[in-house]
Nanobody, 116 residues
């Protein structure tokens, strides 16, 4: 079973930047897609950004222009660079991977707080 390990800061000031990393291990298959989700208080988990193996990228409208997702296939790692962060970006962020024969795999949640 594939596992995802997330790392990154948990606190940032409004207007600041933060990069999250997610490394996949334990799978012998090429990962089809990786992405980032978040869940804010009182809200459902929502897609932030996703990247497909072929290079196609999707962003949520709320983060377009402020977030960049990238993937290092050799390291099986996906990154989320977030800029111009706002208090509404405060949420628990999750890494997700779509793995052949296993389906979706989720990493642990990491709390990102945007506050002064």
């Amino acid at each position: 079973q594939a596992q995802l390990v997330v790392s990154g800061r948990g606190l940032v000031q409004p207007g600041g930047s933060l990069r999250l990393s997610c490394a996949a291990s334990g799978s012998s298959f090429s990962i089809y897609a990786m992405g980032w989700y978040r869940q804010a208080p009182g809200k459902q988990r929502e897609l932030v950004a996703a990247i497909i193996s072929g290079g196609s990228i999707n962003y949520a409208d709320s983060v377009k222009g402020r977030c960049t997702i990238s993937r290092d296939n050799a390291k099986n790692t996906v990154y989320l660079q977030m800029n111009s962060l706002k208090p509404v970006d405060t949420a628990v962020y999750y890494c997700n991977a779509e793995v052949p024969l296993e389906g979706e795999v989720w990493g642990q949640g990491t709390l990102v707080t945007v506050s002064s």
